[in-house]
Structures are given as C-alpha cells and as structure tokens.
C-alpha cells in the first residue's frame, strides 16, 4: 500500500491508474468496522481503493472536539493495508490549507477563501446544532474529488445527511462521481461504530444503546400503523429520556430525500436522533419505506 501525503502524490498514481476504475473513501481515521466495510466495498466494486485519512478542521466548529478528535496513525495504517487499500492518502493541514493561500483577515483566520455550500440541505438536522459543519464538509469532498477523481466514493449511512448532501453536490456540479451509500456497522448490542465512541465511559457506552432502541422502536411503531410524525418523534424523544445520561439534541421524522418536515408519514421516511453522553455527541438514524408512500 502506498501511503501519499502531497496531493502530487496522488495524481501521479491517478494517472498511473489510466483506465482502471477507483473507488475512494474518504475518511477522518481512527478506524473501525464501518470504515472497513467502505474499503472492502470500494475493493469489491473497483479496480484500485484510494482511502484518505484527514481529519478537517474546516468542519468542526471552535467549541467542537477537533483538538480531541482520536487519531493512531500506525493502526489506521495496518488495517488499511490488510483490507487491500492501494493508496492511503494523508496530508497534513498546510498541503489541504496552503498557508501562503489562507486569508489574511484581522477578525479571525479562515483556511481557505472559496467555500462550497449546499443549501437547504446544510441548516437542517445536523446542520441546525453545527451550522457550519456541513460547508467544511462540502468544501473538503470537492476537493478530495478533485484530487483523486474517483469513479465511486462510499459513505456510511451513520452520516445519512452527509452523504444525501455529497450527493445534491455531485449532482448539482456535475461531478463525474458514482456516491454510495453503505449500511451502518453496529455493535452486538446495536450501537453504532463511531470514532467518537471512545469518548463514552462504560456507564455512558450502556446507555448510549437507547439510540438504537428509540430507532428501532419507532420503526415497530410504523410497522404497527403509525403515521402521525409528530407521535413517532415524541417516542422517539421518551425513549431516550429514559435514559438518565443521555441529553438529546434532536429527534426527528423527515421526508428522506428534501429532510423536511412531514405532518403524515408517507413514502421514505428518515428517523433521525443526536444525543450527548458525557463528551460524546452521537447520532444515528434509520429509513423507513412507509408501505402506501411513492417511495414504499
Ligand atoms: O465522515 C467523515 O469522516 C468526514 O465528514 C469526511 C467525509 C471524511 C469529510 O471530512
């Protein structure tokens, strides 16, 4: 496996390539089974994986846990090349940000003068607790398209709202990249994989299952007949609060494709939950094609 850390690098293998199709994972490491199951996608469906290994600081706000976030370059390493990923690509900040390009401002630094946002989108859910978090998103996909220039790129469906966003982008600049979306990689007891489970105690990691269980049980709410979004939510809402250490942000039931607001559920459906536990803000979600919708 190659490990590149100039974005030269990596189109000189992009041009060694020629034809050959390249799936890309982008990635901000700290690598767990979710991220595995991307790679051995990619692998699957292409001739070369690319996997980038970067953690953005353009996405997190200054309150947010960049300085924290976890990272072991050594482990990402090796299980990356036992997967059989091609190229690992991980730069530093000044090869993503050149300093010499940063605005020079009085009132605050910023990495970069040009900024992608996808409206609507981006205010929405996540983007209501992280307003600018889906600009730097955005901002550091279309660049990392631009320079790996794949023919696929994978996104787990944790992060439903990132990849239906990467995918309005893709669609809306005509980007030449197939997106697809992975299912979640839960733990045995229904947790999702996060990097940023590391941050839970045990106390935290126990309780923080309620997501999953709040999920699952308003998908047997909707099974059972259910279609009053408002009622879906607020189960939503009492099953996590049902856990002492759980401080919600959000729960919501929106059309899956617009993430608006839907009165009657009807057609796919996105059930989304955000919650704290301790340092931890973990969310997850599920889609439901509800039977008598267009989408069922
Ligand atoms: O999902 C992530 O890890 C990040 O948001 C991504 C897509 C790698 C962009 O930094």
Known sequence: MIVARTIAEVRSFRREVGAASVGFVPTMGYFHEGHLELMR???????????SL???PLQFAPHEDLAAYPRDFERDRSLAEGVGVDLLFAPDDDEMYPPALRPKEAAGERLQ??????????SVLEGRSRPTHFDGVATVVLKLFHIVSPDRAYFGQKDYQQALLVRRMVADLDLPVD??????????????????NVYLTPEERAQATVLHRALRSAVAAIAAGERDAAAVARLLRETIASEPLARLDYAEVVDAETLSPLPRLAGRVLLAVAARFGRARLIDNEVVAVPGGPGA
Request: aromatic letters at 2%; hydrophobic letters at 40%.
């Open 179 to 196: 997106v697809r979306v992975v299912p979640t990689v839960r733990e045995p007891d229904g947790l999702a994989m996060s990097s940023r």
């Open 113 to 122: 003068a040009t900024v992608v946002r996808v409206e609507g989108l981006n």
């Open 41 to 51: 996608r990619s692998r699957a469906e292409n001739e070369r994986t690319v996997v």
């Open 54 to 56: 970067y953690v953005n």
